[in-house]
């Protein structure tokens, strides 16, 4: 048998499988969101309407630009604050020390937990009469005493954010440690020798090594925040209002609520796109040799 | 003479006191570092710790804020009782959950090993497409497969979630068997093959022995993705084939969230996932950054 036969007979239910659970929904998708389709009134597919789908997001409908708007907004809190925060944890577990491995087991916990199941945690726990977190903040604050933090749009999107940051931070902690690790330590110790502070040496030495796993993890965060959506179903419903409609919920919202699934396909290919272009530059950060 | 050695006692002296305000600033950086350790492991456990508390409320105890209560174990009888269908919501868990792995891991094995040993046209473009497909977001793939599981009556089946979750779960997979099969030395297959095994028989009896601590935590990575998945379960399921991740919704009365019934079924459904989490430890960023790190 030759190598090539060999690794086709390999290949080939990976490839089945690949191709039926993603390729094939990814070309529906795309066929659907050219025509009109809704569950509530025909299950088969309704007449061709050309780009009519893509032009009522982006030019008619009003919520669209809104829910946009919401995701930029959740995108880039969501990222910064996790890679700042994991990289806080990272230095700070890098090196042994006693209560170290302890915080770096624990931490490993929220990982574990289904962002479902977090969600509705935080909704507990931000309720303003008996939540643990709302009567925690109030003890602390007590200006912050009676916030319902769940109907005001800023602040539901600061939990939904804290939520998703409490989940990921731990896991992109740990990649962020890899990437320290392989720093050789001479370059750090030949800065220190040289008089530089703790601060000169984290910022003209040990960052610039570390940029390229820094950006790597920076474009996967994106991505990942771009998909969240277990968490808003069950901590905010996407509410108050649309405040914390995301592009994937809002999509989600269309499809399985107004049955209007012609609509829904455009608005989760626009998102498909989205993740594409983030995707490439993973690709090219990730294997560049 | 006395001008030289007053001229050095006063260097000493500038010495000492540079020295014990250098040795006060890294004890004074020590102890914050211990107290930002100690902050940080507060708010990973606060949430945790809370949730598990309130397992163990009584549904009076729920309502109030403290942490001094009459511990009690009723939760976790009351969620087995049969209005809730707990019961079964765990079964479809661990159907769904361990037939995904079971179909997964051989055609990953098989896809790893042909990705990291045999040289075949397109091999980079090709193993780039699968990890690819990682980042087509769930909504996407939802639309399409809903559409087409009503027409074909697989609404609500375990078929139904098996289909889209071996969609979630096979690049992870194929990603950190590959890592692991590429950390094999080549002679003992070399030497298999000089002694004219079939290629087959060398996968079979080498390299997948060789792999299994891949393979394993593979599985373990699939197994929790499955588990913890929630859109698909949300979206494809009715009543029948409901996962526990998707249950836990369904505590809501009259009065609101049952948050001690819910409590109670996030322990139940996490402490599996803490306990395999742990078991992996070692290999948490090498299997799910695909490739961030190499």
């Known amino acids: 048998m030759t190598q090539r ?3 086709a007979i390999l290949l080939a239910p990976a490839f089945l499988l690949v191709a039926f659970t993603t390729v094939y929904p990814m070309v529906t998708s795309l066929w659907t969101s050219l025509h009109v389709l809704n569950l509530a009134k025909s299950v088969q597919l309704g007449a061709f309407v ?17 829910v946009m708007r919401v995701t930029a907004v959740f995108v880039v809190l ?10 806080g944890i990272a230095m700070l577990l890098l090196r042994a020390g006693f209560g170290k491995s302890i915080v770096r087991t624990l931490i490993i916990l929220p990982f574990a937990m289904s962002p479902a199941l977090i969600g509705i ?6 309720n303003p009469d008996y939540g643990a977190f709302a009567r925690t903040i109030a003890a602390i604050f007590p200006a912050m005493r009676n916030v319902d933090y769940l109907a005001s749009p800023t602040l539901s999107m600061m939990a939904l954010v804290s939520a998703d940051v409490w989940h990921w931070a731990p896991y992109f902690a740990f990649m962020l440690m890899g990437g320290l690790a392989a720093i050789p330590p001479e370059t750090q110790e030949a800065a220190r020798i040289d008089g530089a502070s703790n601060w000169r040496v984290f910022r003209d030495v040990t960052l610039p090594q ?3 796993v820094l950006i790597v993890a920076i474009i996967l965060k994106s991505v990942f925040a771009l998909k969240v959506f277990d968490s808003i179903v069950t901590m905010t419903a996407g509410g108050p209002g649309h405040s914390t409609t995301t592009l994937g919920f809002f999509a989600y919202h269309i499809g399985f609520r107004n049955y209007d699934f012609g609509y829904a396909a455009a608005v989760a290919y626009i998102l498909t796109g989205i993740l594409f272009l983030l995707s490439l530059s993973y690709m090219r950060f990730a294997f560049r040799k | 003479m006395t001008v030289i050695a007053h001229q050095a006692s006063v260097a000493a002296a500038a010495a000492i006191r540079r020295r014990t305000s250098r040795q006060r600033k890294r004890a004074f950086l020590r102890v914050a570092e211990q107290l930002v350790l100690v902050l940080l492991a507060v708010i990973i456990l606060f949430p945790i710790v809370w949730m598990v508390m309130t397992a163990f409320k009584s549904p009076r105890d729920v309502y109030v804020y403290t942490m001094w209560f009459q511990p009690t174990l009723e939760n976790f009888s009351e969620v087995f009782n049969p209005r809730w269908r707990i019961r079964e919501k765990i079964i479809n868990s661990i159907v769904i959950s361990v037939t995904t792995v ?19 046209p397109m091999k980079r473009a090709m ?4 990890l690819l497909t990682q980042f087509i977001p769930a909504v996407t793939i939802v639309l399409p497969f809903y559409v087409m599981f009503r027409q074909l009556g697989l609404l609500d089946t375990y078929a139904a979630l098996i289909i889209v979750d071996l969609a979630i779960v096979l690049p992870y997979a194929i990603w950190t068997i590959k890592g692991f099969i590429d950390a094999i030395p080549l002679e003992t297959e070399e030497a298999a093959i000089v002694d004219g095994a079939g290629r087959f028989r060398v996968l079979w009896d080498i390299v997948v022995p060789m792999a299994r601590p891949g393979i394993l935590t593979a599985a373990i990575f699939c197994f929790i993705i499955t588990w913890n998945e929630f ?3 949300y979206l494809l399921s009715r009543q029948n084939v409901v996962p526990l991740s998707v249950g836990i919704v369904g505590f809501v009365l009259e009065r609101g969230p049952v948050w001690e019934l819910i409590a109670a079924t996030g322990i139940i459904i996490t402490i599996p996932m803490f306990f395999f989490a742990m078991m992996i430890q070692r290999h948490f960023t090498k299997g799910m950054n695909l490739g961030a790190v190499r």
Request: a negative charge; hydrophobic letters at 65%.
């Open chain 1, 5 to 7: 036969r060999f690794a």
């Open chain 1, 50 to 66: 050309g780009l009519e789908n893509y032009q009522e997001a982006f030019v008619h409908d009003l919520e669209f630009w809104g």
């Open chain 1, 78 to 87: 969501d990222v910064s604050l996790t890679i700042l925060c994991a990289l």
């Open chain 1, 121 to 126: 945690s935080w909704r507990f726990m931000l």
């Open chain 1, 210 to 212: 570390l940029a390229p």
């Open chain 2, 102 to 120: 079971i179909i997964a891991m051989p055609i990953a094995v098989f896809a790893a090993y042909a990705f990291s040993r045999l040289a075949f």
């Open chain 2, 127 to 130: 193993f780039q497409w699968i």
């Open chain 2, 231 to 233: 859109l698909f379960g």
